[in-house]
Structure formats: structure tokens, C-alpha cells
């Protein structure tokens, strides 16, 4: 290894030993960007066991091995897991096994342009796209990023949010592409993650009158002046919601 990938690679992990210094196994601990999760609700799926002397140590290689969003850390043993994710389908970790995982904040701010949006309960990463777009190119413009989809708007608080993120980037007159379409089967809307609109969602998301397939309107968008949505023509080209899924 030549001199300048040693020194690169020494200042690289004195950078994230530094980071990650203030992490603790403490029951309430909480850094700038990792949580522990006392009660987990699912098991892990680990993508790495090593040993590491401390809390710390074990998120640095974690970052750097396997760029895990959770580690979990065993003082007593030191055996660090980098986690890939997490399964409901599977046992939470022992008691033992300390889980940690990156902040919300954190997760949204590795992704130049994304911001945490929050109402009531509910915080969504969402960036607004800088320009014009069909909806087929909006959804290939938000796929570029790691999870990236156009938004799931699957509620009416995440309509205040839209409307909040609409009004900051003077958006309030015209129609913002959100992730739901029924380009596949007429009538049947279908969410960016692949699941089915409800009729109470339409019921409640979708502004009077609509949806009407007028032109056939496939895709659609947010008004912003109605806090509602409306089926729109899939070639117009309109700014964009791009959302990056958080982990709780």
C-alpha cells in the first residue's frame, strides 16, 4: 500500500474513532448519529462478527466493512455485528447484545439535498426535485439514490408534509408527481413500494371528483392549494418528491 492510501486510510479511521467516541453502552445513550435501541421488536440479519475493544470501534469497522445502518456490541465478549437489517420474523438480540442504529437525522444527511420533514408523530427524508419531470422519469430520477422512490403520501398527515415542503421551495400552484400510479390496471393505484391503494386512502387523499382517468391519467400528482391529490397525464413534466425511507 503506497504512502498516501496509508496516510488516507489512517486519517479516515482517526475521523470516525473521533465520531463515534461518545458512543456508551449506557440504557439511554444517545450520540449525534446512532441510537441504542433498547427494545428492539425484530431480530438482526448480520452481514459481519468481528472483535473490537469498544462500542466505538465496532461502528467504525461496521461503516467502513459493510456501511451498516445498526451494529449490535457485547461488552463482555467485545464481539461486534454489523447488521444489514432487521426481521419482525426473527427473535430480538440477547440482552447482552447492545443494538445500535444511525439517528434519523443521519440517515437523511448522507443524501445531499434530502431533509427530515416532520408533523405530529411522523418524520419522512424527502428532497423536492431542483427541476421538471415526466413521472416515469421522476420515478428513474429518485431510483438513483440508495432505497430512493418516489413519495409514499399514504396519509393525511404526510399530505401536511408535502404541503409544508411545497410552500418552502415555492411550489403552490401546480402539481407535484408522488409515488402512485394505476398504469398497470385501470382503477388499481399502486404505491412506489409496490403495495395497493386502499379505497378509504383514495377516499381520503384524492381531491373531489377525483380520480377521473380524464386524457388517460395514469399518474399522480399533489395540489398543493387543495392539500389533495388528482390523476394527472404521465407525460406532463412537473417537480417531484423523492423520499428516502427512514429507519426506526
Known amino acids: 500500500m503506497s504512502l498516501f492510501l496509508r496516510s488516507l486510510a489512517y486519517v479516515t479511521y482517526a475521523f470516525l474513532s473521533v ?16 441510537d441504542r435501541i433498547v427494545s428492539p421488536s425484530g431480530g438482526i440479519v448480520s452481514s459481519g462478527v468481528y472483535t473490537a475493544p469498544s462500542v466505538s470501534a465496532c461502528c467504525v469497522r461496521c461503516l467502513s466493512r459493510h456501511t451498516s445502518s445498526y451494529v449490535t456490541y457485547n461488552k463482555s465478549t467485545r464481539s461486534c455485528k454489523c447488521v444489514s437489517g432487521l426481521s419482525r420474523l426473527l427473535p430480538p438480540p440477547p440482552s447482552s447484545d447492545l443494538l ?3 439517528t434519523l437525522g443521519s440517515q437523511c444527511e ?10 405530529n408523530d411522523l418524520n419522512v427524508c424527502l428532497m423536492m426535485g ?20 418516489l413519495f409514499i403520501g399514504n396519509t393525511t398527515d404526510k399530505q401536511q408534509v408535502l404541503a409544508t415542503v411545497a410552500e418552502k ?3 403552490t400552484t401546480t402539481c407535484i408527481w408522488v409515488g402512485l400510479d394505476d398504469r398497470m390496471k385501470e382503477g388499481e393505484f399502486v404505491w412506489s413500494d409496490g403495495h395497493i391503494a386502499t379505497e378509504e386512502e383514495k377516499l381520503q387523499l384524492f381531491k373531489e371528483g377525483q380520480p377521473d382517468n380524464a386524457n388517460n391519467a395514469d399518474c399522480v400528482c399533489f395540489y398543493p392549494q387543495y392539500v389533495a391529490y388528482s390523476d ?3 407525460g406532463y413534466r412537473l417537480r417531484y418528491i423523492c423520499e428516502i425511507p427512514l429507519i426506526y
Not at 448522507?110 to 408533523?119: N, Q
Not at 431542483?130 to 430520477?141: F, G, R
Open 232 to 234: 394527472g397525464w404521465c
Open 130 to 149: 431542483a427541476d421538471k419531470k415526466t413521472y416515469v422519469q421522476a420515478v428513474a430520477e429518485c431510483a438513483l439514490f440508495s432505497n430512493g422512490r
Open 110 to 119: 448522507v443524501f445531499p439535498g434530502f431533509d427530515v420533514f416532520r408533523f
Open 19 to 34: 465520531l463515534f467516541t461518545s458512543l456508551v453502552s449506557g440504557t439511554t445513550t444517545r450520540t449525534r448519529n446512532f
Open 100 to 102: 445500535y442504529g444511525h
Open 169 to 171: 421551495h415555492n411550489v
